[in-house]
Nanobody
């Protein structure tokens, strides 16, 4: 069964840090671009970051550049999202997802995790 499982979410104060993990099973994740999206209450799901299968290239939404870092360990079939200098507006459910393509559109991604809640208090 193809599966992505997120972990690492929680409650943190503004300015703090969290590291999200996305563990893949049932497929070779190094063959896929892995992305992180987030969805706040009442808002559409939005692209946060993505990383190529080799880990050699990453792309970020402007609002997280310089604060978030996406990385992957293909030996562990795991992708990470290190989030520093968190802001209340980063509060959302964070999803990891995989695609054989490349881009920021939700519709490009074929496999989705169940999401992990990140709450940043002011």
């Amino acid at each position: 069964e193809v599966q992505l499982v997120e972990s690492g979410g929680g409650l943190v104060q503004a300015g703090g840090s969290l590291r999200l993990s996305c563990a893949a099973s049932g497929f070779i994740s190094s063959h896929y671009v892995i992305g992180w999206f987030r969805q706040a209450p009442g808002k559409e799901r939005e692209f946060v970051a993505a990383i190529t299968g080799s880990g050699g290239y990453a792309n970020y939404v402007d609002s997280v550049k310089g604060r978030f870092t996406i990385s992957r360990d293909n030996a562990k079939n795991t992708v990470y999202l290190q989030m520093n200098s968190l802001k209340p507006e980063d509060t959302a459910v964070y999803y990891c997802t995989g695609t054989t393509g490349w881009g920021r559109s939700v519709s490009l991604y074929q496999v989705w995790g169940q999401g992990t809640q990140v709450t940043v208090s002011s």
